[in-house]
């Protein structure tokens, strides 16, 4: 019983250190894709907001819903002409 104790342990360890090690690499990418996003955004540069994009994204806001990238593209070009003022800025909530 006890040896099948130590083996779940080591178990649990090793999934968690590994869980650990994917979600690091994970937050590497969002960070560098929100970087992208943030400059794109502030330059209003909408290939380079798109190209985040996969083909088939959806993007819903209160003005309707966005079903592929060539539609994402139309509606930051009427988003940038009715609101030059709008920001938008992806950060961290931690560290």
Same mark, same amino acid.
């Given at each position: 019983?006890?040896?099948?104790?130590?083996?779940?342990?080591?178990?649990?360890? =090793?999934?968690?250190?590994? &869980?650990?090690?994917?979600?690091?690499?994970?937050?590497?990418? /969002?960070?560098?894709?929100? @970087?992208?996003?943030?400059?794109?955004?502030?330059?209003?540069?909408?290939?380079?907001?798109?190209?985040?994009?996969?083909?088939? =994204?959806?993007?819903?806001? &209160?003005?309707?819903?966005?079903?592929?990238?060539?539609?994402? /593209?139309?509606?930051?070009? @009427?988003?940038?002409?009715?609101?030059?003022?709008?920001?938008?800025?992806?950060?961290?909530?931690?560290?």
């Amino acid at each position: 019983m006890r040896k099948k104790l130590i083996f779940v342990a080591l178990v649990i360890a =090793a999934t968690h250190t590994q &869980a650990q090690t994917n979600v690091s690499k994970y937050e590497d990418e /969002v960070r560098k894709r929100s @970087a992208i996003w943030n400059t794109a955004f502030a330059q209003r540069d909408i290939p380079v907001l798109t190209s985040l994009f996969s083909e088939d =994204a959806q993007m819903a806001s &209160a003005g309707g819903k966005f079903n592929n990238r060539a539609e994402c /593209v139309q509606l930051f070009e @009427a988003l940038f002409k009715r609101r030059p003022d709008i920001t938008w800025l992806n950060k961290p909530a931690k560290n």
